[in-house]
Nanobody, 123 residues
């Protein structure tokens, strides 16, 4: 399954954004999917992941309590609601299915990677 992220933009600190991720290819509902982000000069880091039924969610400590991951399998779409945004949340955000063995918080466990969406939070 190939995923394409959208919904990024420029927002002031404390604001909110909702990212979407549209799926194409094999049934979206069979995959654990996740959000990762990559800031300039840094490695891609885990943000959140969700089970294929949507009953289990996982978050990095840096976004826990501020971000919410959800999915609509009928629409083949993944979401990331981002509230109380901080300048350190600035990054390109990517979504991908978990296609390989490994921990859900490791980018090497996910792929293929589609085009990300830029999120910029101004102070």
């Amino acid at each position: 399954v190939q995923l394409q992220a959208s919904g990024g933009g420029l927002v002031q600190a404390g604001g909110s954004l909702r990212l979407s991720c549209a799926a194409s290819g094999r049934p979206f509902s069979v995959a654990v999917v996740g959000w990762f982000r990559q800031a300039p000069g840094k490695e891609r880091e885990f943000v959140a992941a969700i089970s294929w039924l949507g009953d289990k969610t996982y978050y990095s400590d840096s976004v826990k309590g501020r971000f919410t991951i959800s999915r609509d399998n009928a629409k083949n779409t993944l979401y990331l609601q981002m509230n109380s945004l901080k300048p350190e949340d600035t990054a390109v955000y990517y979504c991908a299915p978990k296609s390989y063995r490994g921990s859900f918080d490791q980018s090497s466990s996910f792929g293929p990677w589609g085009q990300g969406t830029q999120v910029t939070v101004s102070s």
